[in-house]
């Protein structure tokens, strides 16, 4: 296994809970150490703190295995996570994105992911260190997120 980063993820304004479980088991799959979420992605418990069976049949397991928390906003845990020294990392497409190839972080990252149609607000794409994008050669002009969310981060990861 290769050298141990600290690796989080935060999604932001995802609708879907069958997207949100995948990202949940895809992110075991990589090592992640914690999940952010805000806005009104789902979260693995209800508001009467059940599990949820939607996010739990596509997680696997997975969201009992990766620490997760709720956040008011996403600006308050960028900037929890800045202080940190995490360096800030989206996937979005966007006029200052980069291909997601040539995407290195450092020891500490934090990855943002956001909604399905209108993707990562431009207020919180200004407090990132980069925006990385996964080029599509189709007709389509996007990947789901849950799958871009996989091709992203197993290749900047090396993994």
Same mark, same amino acid.
């Given at each position: 296994m $290769? !050298?141990? $980063?600290?690796?989080?993820?935060? #999604?932001?304004?995802?609708?879907? !809970?069958?997207n949100v479980g995948s990202i949940f088991r895809t992110a075991d799959a990589l090592g992640?150490?914690?999940i952010y979420?805000?806005?009104?992605?789902? !979260?693995? #418990?209800?508001?009467f703190n059940r599990p949820r069976k939607d996010i739990a049949k596509t997680a696997l397991g997975a969201e009992k295995t990766i620490g997760w928390v709720y956040g008011k906003t996403?600006?308050?845990?960028?900037?929890?996570?800045?202080?940190?020294?995490?360096?800030?990392?989206?996937?979005?497409?966007?006029?200052n994105s980069v291909d997601y190839k040539k995407v290195?972080?450092?020891?500490?990252?934090?990855?943002?992911?956001?909604?399905e149609v209108d993707g990562i607000e431009k207020r919180i794409l200004k407090?990132?260190?980069?925006?990385?994008?996964?080029?599509?050669?189709?007709k389509k002009e996007s990947l789901n997120v849950s799958v871009a969310f996989g091709v992203a981060l197993f290749r900047i990861l090396n993994i």
């Open positions: $290769k !050298t141990r $980063k600290e690796i989080a993820v935060l #999604l932001h304004n995802i609708r879907s !809970t069958h992640i150490s914690k979420i805000s806005g009104y992605t789902p !979260t693995p #418990l209800d508001k996403p600006e308050e845990i960028i900037s929890k996570l800045k202080k940190e020294k995490f360096e800030v990392v989206a996937l979005e497409q966007g006029e290195k972080v450092s020891k500490k990252v934090l990855f943002i992911v956001g909604n407090l990132c260190d980069v925006v990385a994008e996964v080029p599509m050669n189709g």
